[in-house]
C-alpha cells in the first residue's frame, strides 16, 4: 500500500497492520516466504463480493442492493478542505479507507466556504469582501477535485453522500436580506430562515441542480444518475424547534437572540395564514405569534398549535425539497431530510425521508475560555457504563438516543458520531453502535471524522483533534472492528420489534417536555432497558395517544437482548457477546464471571476492549484464522489533559496496554502473529502447541494478533 508523506510513518500503523493481517489470512495455507505479501482487512469484504458498487434502495426499513440483500454502510466523515486535497493524497485516502472495511464516505461542510476551503469559486474577490462574493458559483478547480474524490472511492467500492446545505454562509451578493445578522445569529446555512424563506430555498435548489446536474468526467456520470452517489442530505441540522427550544425563535424574555426582523415578519406572516386555515382550536382572542413568545405566559393549548406550526413549516419544506431532487433533477441517491432531530416533532417532519439520519456525541468538550480552544477545555471522562450518575449529559443510553430517531418503514444511518479525544473510555462507543446496531437492523454509521484539514496540516503521528481518527490508533481500530462485527454478520437481528405508535398529542408533549427522552418513554411505559432487549422504531401513523400501567416498570441491571448474544450489565459496567463466531468483553474487563462464560480474564481494575473472532464462516472452535483485537486508552507521548491548560503532548501516539488473557480452544496447534500500531512485527511465528490450557495474552501496544490453526 502507498502511503502518502502526508500520512507517513507511525501512521504506517494500523493501515500496515490491518493490510499485514489480512493478507496472512489469505495466505494461510502457502509458502511463509508469501506471507510479507500484504493484503487488506476489507479483503474480508471483497472476497465475497460485498466491495461492488449498486444502485441502492430500501424495502422493509433497510438498505437493500439490486438483489435486494441488506447493505450496511459504514463509513467517515471526510469535512470541509479535506475534501478538496491533491490527487495523489485522494487516491490514498480511498486505499486506506477500503483496507479499513470502509463503504461509504460523507462529505461535510463542502459549502462552509470559498477556495481553496471550500467548493464556491471566489472569483476577482479577494477575502475582505465577503459581502461582495455571491456564494453560488461553484470553483471548477475544486469541483475537478471533488469528481476525482467520488470516482476514486467508486472504484475501491466506497459511497458517497453528498451533505447539500450544511455551512454554507449566505452573503448580500446572494440577494440575501440581512445576510450579516443572519450569519451572526445562527452562524451557518441560513437556520432556520433556509426552512421557509423562498429566495433562501431557491439559492439551495439552484445549487443543487448545478451539483447533481454536472457531469463527472472521471466516471463519465452526472452525479444524479451514478449509483455510487448514494445518498443526499438536504441540509444538516436545522430545525425550528433547535432554535424554538432553546428560546432564541421567538424572542421574549428568556432570548439568547433573536431572529433577523426581515425573517421574523415572514415568520409571523405565515403564522397567521396557518391560523386561518387550521383545524387548531385556540381560545384567546390575541393570535399574534408574538404574544406567545415566552413560553411561562402561555398555555399548553397555544404552545401545541405553534408545535403543529413549525411541524407543518418543516413538512412542507423537507417534501418540497425532496420532491424537487427526485422529481426534477431526478436523483437516483436516497435522500434524508435533515442531519440529526430535535424532538419528536421534527422527526415526524423528517419522517418523509428514505432514511433517517441521527448524530451522536459522548464526553463533549466544555469549554473555559471560548469555543474549540484547544489548552483550555475540560473534558469528565464519563464512562458511558456510568449512564444514570450525575451529570445532565449522562442521563441516557446511547443506544436509546438513537433509537429514538428508528421511524418504521425507514432505514437509519448515523451520518455522524464520536466518543470525544482525550476521553480515556474512547474505544466504547465504537463496539457499542457495532453490536446494538447489528441487533436493531440499523443500515450505518459514519464517524465524524477522517479528516477535515488541508493534506498538508494533516498528522499522521500523533493526535491533534477532537474528532479525527487517520492518527487516532484506538478509535481506527475499534471502528474498523465494529464495522466488521455489524457489517459481518457476527450478530443475529433482534428477533422482535416494538414499536411506539405515536399520535399529534404524544408528539406534542414530547416537544413541551423540552425533548425529554426520559420523561416521554415514562408516558409510553417503555423502559430505557427495552432498548437494549429489542428493536424498538417510532410509527406516526397512530391517531389514539399511548396509554398503559407503567407503575410496575423497573429497569434491569442485567439486560440480555432477546437474540440471547449480548448482555449489558449495568451494576457491573460491561457488555459481553457470545455467538458462534465472536466472544468479546466491553467495558470492565476484570468481571470473575467473564473467565467462566467467555474464556477471558483479566486484572481486577481492567478497562477496555477484547474480542475474538473468526475470520472465516466457521465457529470460533472450526475456524482455521481468528482475529483478536485488544484495545484500551490512547494518548500522546508527554500529553497531560488534566493540566488546566492542556498538553498535548508530541507524536508518536500509543496504545496502552491490555492486561487480558483469553482461551483458546484445547487440543489445537495455532501459530501467532501480533503487530502493534506502528505495523512492527511484535509476535513472530508463536506457535502454541495445544497440549495443556491454550491461552493467549494482549501483547502491550498490539491491538490486533492474527491466530491461525494448524494441522499438527
Not at 433547535?242 to 409571523?268: I, M
Not at 405565515?270 to 385556540?282: A, M
Not at 411541524?311 to 431526478?330: C, R, V, W, Y
Request: net charge neutral.
Amino acid at each position: 500500500m502507498r502511503i502518502s508523506p502526508t500520512f507517513n510513518q507511525p501512521m504506517i500503523l494500523i493501515i500496515f497492520l490491518a493490510n499485514c493481517l489480512f493478507s496472512l489470512v489469505a495466505l494461510a495455507d502457502k509458502s511463509p516466504a508469501l506471507e510479507q505479501k500484504v493484503f487488506s482487512i476489507g479483503s474480508y469484504f471483497s472476497d465475497r463480493n460485498l466491495t461492488a458498487i449498486d444502485q441502492l434502495d430500501y424495502i422493509d426499513g433497510e438498505v437493500v442492493n439490486s438483489d435486494g440483500e441488506k447493505v450496511v454502510l459504514w463509513g467517515v466523515n471526510i469535512a470541509a478542505a479535506a475534501a478538496f486535497i491533491d490527487k495523489k493524497s485522494i487516491d490514498e485516502v480511498a486505499e486506506d479507507l477500503a483496507a479499513f472495511g470502509f463503504n461509504a464516505v460523507r462529505f461535510h461542510h463542502l459549502d462552509a466556504a470559498f477556495e481553496p476551503s471550500g467548493i464556491f469559486s471566489r472569483g476577482s474577490k479577494n477575502k475582505n469582501q465577503l459581502e461582495q462574493t455571491s456564494t453560488g458559483v461553484i470553483s471548477n478547480d475544486q469541483l475537478d477535485k471533488l469528481d476525482y474524490f467520488i470516482y476514486a472511492l467508486k472504484q475501491k467500492g466506497i459511497y458517497t453522500n453528498i451533505n447539500l446545505m450544511s455551512g454554507r454562509k449566505f452573503t448580500t451578493a446572494d440577494g440575501v436580506k440581512q445576510a450579516a445578522k443572519l450569519r451572526e445569529y445562527s452562524g451557518q446555512a441560513g437556520k432556520p430562515a433556509s426552512l421557509f424563506d423562498p429566495h433562501l430555498i431557491k439559492l439551495q435548489k439552484d445549487y443543487a441542480r448545478k451539483l447533481l446536474s454536472h457531469t463527472n468526467p472521471y466516471t463519465g456520470l452526472a452525479y444524479k444518475d451514478d449509483p455510487a452517489v448514494a445518498m443526499l442530505e438536504v441540509a444538516n441540522e436545522n430545525s425550528l424547534f433547535r432554535y424554538w427550544l432553546n428560546s432564541s425563535l421567538d424572542g421574549g424574555f428568556t432570548a439568547r437572540k433573536e431572529l433577523p426582523d426581515y425573517y421574523a415578519v415572514q415568520l409571523d406572516k405565515l403564522w397567521e395564514q396557518w391560523l386561518s386555515t387550521s383545524t387548531d382550536k385556540v381560545s384567546d382572542n390575541d393570535f399574534s405569534r408574538s404574544a406567545w413568545k415566552t413560553r411561562k405566559l402561555s398555555t399548553r393549548e397555544k404552545l401545541s398549535a405553534q408545535v403543529r406550526f413549525y411541524q407543518d413549516i418543516e413538512t412542507q419544506f423537507f417534501e418540497s425539497m425532496i420532491g424537487f431532487l427526485k422529481d426534477d433533477i431526478g436523483t437516483q441517491a436516497l435522500i434524508s431530510a435533515s442531519g440529526h432531530y430535535f424532538s419528536l416533532a421534527n422527526l415526524k417532519a423528517q419522517s418523509v425521508s428514505d432514511f433517517t439520519s441521527p448524530h451522536y456525541y459522548w464526553d463533549p468538550a466544555e469549554w473555559t475560555n471560548g469555543r474549540w480552544n484547544l489548552e483550555q477545555f475540560t473534558i469528565t471522562n464519563r464512562s458511558i457504563f456510568d449512564i444514570g450518575q450525575d451529570g445532565r449529559r449522562y442521563k441516557t443510553n446511547p443506544v436509546m438516543d438513537i433509537a429514538m430517531s428508528s421511524v418504521q418503514g425507514t432505514p437509519l444511518i448515523i451520518t455522524e458520531w464520536n466518543h470525544w479525544f482525550p476521553s480515556k473510555h474512547a474505544y466504547e462507543l465504537p463496539f457499542i453502535l457495532g453490536i446494538y446496531g447489528a441487533l436493531h437492523r440499523w443500515d450505518g454509521a459514519m464517524i465524524f471524522s477522517y479528516m477535515r484539514k488541508p493534506a498538508a496540516r494533516q498528522r499522521s503521528d500523533m493526535i491533534d483533534d477532537f474528532f479525527e481518527i487517520h492518527a487516532n490508533p484506538q478509535k481506527l481500530v475499534a471502528t474498523s472492528v465494529a464495522g466488521l462485527i455489524i457489517r459481518g454478520g457476527y450478530l443475529r437481528p433482534s428477533k422482535n420489534t416494538r414499536e411506539l405508535h405515536l399520535s399529534q398529542q404524544d408528539i406534542n408533549n414530547n416537544v413541551l417536555s423540552w425533548g425529554s427522552v426520559r420523561r416521554t418513554n415514562k408516558n409510553w411505559c417503555i423502559k430505557e432497558s427495552d432498548y437494549l432487549v429489542s428493536e424498538v422504531v417510532m410509527s406516526f401513523e397512530s391517531q389514539q395517544r399511548l396509554s398503559g400501567d407503567c407503575k410496575a416498570s423497573k429497569d434491569l441491571n442485567i439486560i440480555e437482548s432477546d437474540t440471547g448474544e449480548i448482555v449489558w450489565d449495568k451494576a457491573e459496567q460491561f457488555i459481553t457477546v457470545r455467538a458462534p463466531r465472536i466472544v468479546g468483553v466491553l467495558g470492565n474487563l476484570g468481571s470473575a464471571s467473564h473467565k467462566t462464560r467467555l474464556g477471558i480474564s483479566a486484572s481486577s481494575d481492567a478497562k477496555g476492549a477484547v474480542f475474538l473472532m473468526s475470520l472465516d464462516e466457521k465457529s470460533i472452535t472450526d475456524s482455521k484464522s481468528l482475529l483478536l483485537t485488544c484495545l484500551s486508552e490512547v494518548t500522546n507521548t508527554s500529553a497531560n489533559f488534566d493540566a488546566k491548560y492542556k498538553e498535548w503532548g508530541e507524536p508518536p501516539s500509543r496504545l496502552l496496554p491490555v492486561n487480558a488473557t483469553i482461551d483458546l480452544p484445547v487440543g489445537i496447534k495455532y501459530v501467532i502473529t501480533g503487530f502493534n500500531a506502528n505495523g512492527e512485527l511484535v509476535v513472530p511465528e508463536k506457535v502454541i502447541d495445544g497440549t495443556e490450557d491454550n491461552q493467549i495474552d494482549c501483547v502491550n501496544g498490539t491491538p490486533w494478533l492474527l491466530i491461525e490453526r494448524r494441522n499438527k
